[in-house]
């Protein structure tokens, strides 16, 4: 191939797709095609030089690879199979480089193994070296998923020798210590923890005082600042592991158990250190002010949802549960007002049953959940309204609000429909284009799935402290310390104890939640998936989440998983593929991201890394005239 002239030449990132080709994504942002030969060298991840091939009429010009610039380690999850030299891998994700690891005896060929690619191993290479890792098992394994998860997402299970020394070396508070350094005493208030029933490590707690003229909600956290310092061991994995992570039978948390589930637990009755933030109130409920201090506190009592839903609540703090609530009554307009753009679902709990087999009970929120809710949202504002004083290089909870190119696709399709709507709009437009839609419009599904698609994601900023679908003009995370590493920073941040944030650690951070949701989600689903199947529970309401030529997949109602629907199913039913229009179609109905299906399960792929409900489309109700959904 004819080397192109060095000036033409740019920098970018490989990615590869399961079908043998890939891309490569210039510094900037445009990405070009890698035919499926080149990829054969390469590895996702590297970092490469190339030049461009103008494409054939009217295609896009491609990219050809010259250089391999520089190779990052990676880790790859698949199952060996016998080659020349050792094993090579047959990857579960896109990779079409051959990756060989030395022979082993300790792997069958049902097991996954995890395997790692040095920093610039077989660059240049016909074939690219890699080392075992771990061995997870064969698929089939009760627990295989999370450990899957695990391994894929690099979640760290154990604590270094000197971070657990540090744990178990922190003494418990006393009152005549904290009394030497001025923490105050709020050990007379009956603050209450209010968690799940499998909840073991309790961030917060809560107390309401009613003087008659004054509401004060008290909202206790942890204060883990006092345990973990700046630099120590403790501080370095916990920063490093940014979050606590919850799977289906098992966490793992930022912080060992004599921390996490001991010391900076409000376990009931114990003395603990708190950070806590005081919110006085009007009577009616209208915010005027706030303070944070450094208090010990005793937890009157470990409360449950379902407890404090009920109203069976120990008589000692029934007076000030009644007060929590007539407090939480005159937030409801404003929860009302921000509460259009909330989504709730049942939550699944895994059990047990007694034949060893896993099950799920769906758990729905309670009223009790929002009153928890609407007082961390207060802390959380109040922490936040209190770093905007503090200057700059902070750590906010940001979202910049609706995504330009996603919300104008959006935007065109509601004006097609006879819906107005603005070019750039406030959270205050969607809560009347919403109303003006009206809760019992067959349209209102679509419409409410479009602007959560248009939605960027949240994440941690330095610099930017809105949070669009919130309202809230500054927003951070506060209240859970023991589980994430960001609201340990604010403390320190309202605390003086540490200078400031940055981008770097803004951006790693919302990686590692992205990794920890991304970990939880894996099992749960795959789980989920298998149960509905086994319970022969097979005709789904369902809501349309994506489509294109070979078919569409549709989000189950009541179980939020994704079932297919292929294209050689959907064509013999009289559903054809509108390219003008990207969407299936049939007479007078158009399937649009948002429609409401009625689905009939037919199968579940459940074979190597693929686990998958296969469905078809459900008889069609009579009629309605033109829909679009």
Known sequence: MTLLPPD??????????P??????????????????PQMRSLVPGDRVRFGLIPGRGQQPPSAVVQEVLRRPETFWLGQLEPAEGGHRLRADDPLHAPVVVSPTATVLPDEVVQLRIAEGAGVGQPMVPASLVANLGPRNDRDFDVRYAIAKWRLPEAFGDDALQQARACAEPSLAQAREVGLEDLTQLPFVTIDGES???FDD????????????????????????????????????????????????PMLPPELSNG???????????????SLRYSPAGQPTGYSFARALIRSAARLTYGQVAAGDVPAAVQPMMRDLWAWFETQQAARAQRGLLEYRSAEPRLVIRDDGAYDIEWVSPARSNELVEEAMLAANRAAAAHLTLLGAGLLFRHQEGLDTQRWEQTRRWLVARGIAAPALPTLSDLRALLAGVGMGAAIRPQVEFRIRQAMTPAIYDDAHSTHFSLGFRAYTHFTSPIRR??????????????????????????????????????????????????????????????????????????WEVLARVDADVLEPQGWTWDRTQDAWCREDRLLEPGSELQLRLIALIDEGPQCELRATMAPPSPARGRESG
């Not at 079908?19 to 499926?36: A, C, L, N, T």
């Not at 003395?271 to 806590?276: F, W």
Request: hydrophobic fraction near 40%; charged fraction near 25%.
């Open 8 to 17: 033409n030449l740019m920098e970018g990132v490989v990615s590869a797709h």
């Open 19 to 36: 079908r043998g080709f890939g891309f490569v994504e210039q510094d900037g942002g445009e990405s070009y095609f890698v035919s499926p």
């Open 199 to 201: 909840t073991r490590d």
């Open 205 to 252: 707690a809560v107390c309401l005082v009613d003087d008659g003229a004054q509401r004060t909600l008290h909202v206790a956290i942890a204060d883990v600042s006092r345990y973990v310092a700046p630099g120590t061991p403790l501080d370095a994995q916990a920063r490093a592991r940014g979050t606590s992570v919850y799977l289906p039978d098992r966490s793992l």
């Open 263 to 277: 010391l900076c637990s409000l376990n009931p009755g114990a003395l603990r250190h708190a950070l806590v933030c």
């Open 485 to 558: 590493y960001a609201d340990l920073v604010v403390h320190r941040l309202l605390l003086g104890e540490a200078i400031e944030a940055d981008a770097a650690l803004s951006e790693h951070l919302s990686a590692r939640a992205r990794a920890a949701r991304q970990a939880s989600r894996y099992p749960w689903e795959r789980l989920k998936r298998r149960l509905v199947w086994r319970r022969g529970e097979h005709e789904h309401r369902a809501q349309l989440v994506s489509s294109n030529a070979r078919g569409l997949k549709a989000a189950l109602a009541g």
